[in-house]
């Protein structure tokens, strides 16, 4: 029986069953992080298995991995650009206050 660790859904690559991304996974392992550490980060990956099931897929498809995180960077960037600035003095109000010396 073969399982199918990646899912394509909404314009995106999940691993599948879940709602973590590829990119997210590929990311981390590209940093240096081992399977494991992925796995604590990202508990709702659920086995080590999805783990490296996503790896695998990122190393078996370079091309289309390293196509969908162009995208992805992409959208971020337009995103960040057309984001609207806080409102003034919102960033005063958010932030955690220092306690007084």
Known sequence: MTREYIERRNEGYYVAGTRVSLESVVRQFRE???PESILQRFPALDSL??????????????????????????????LARNAEAPPQGFLHRVEPRQPSR
């Open 32 to 34: 240096g992080a081992s």
């Open 49 to 78: 298995a999805n783990v490296y099931g996503a790896i695998a897929f990122s190393l078996d498809n370079p091309e289309v991995v390293d196509e969908y995180l162009a995208q992805q960077q992409k959208m971020w960037e337009s």
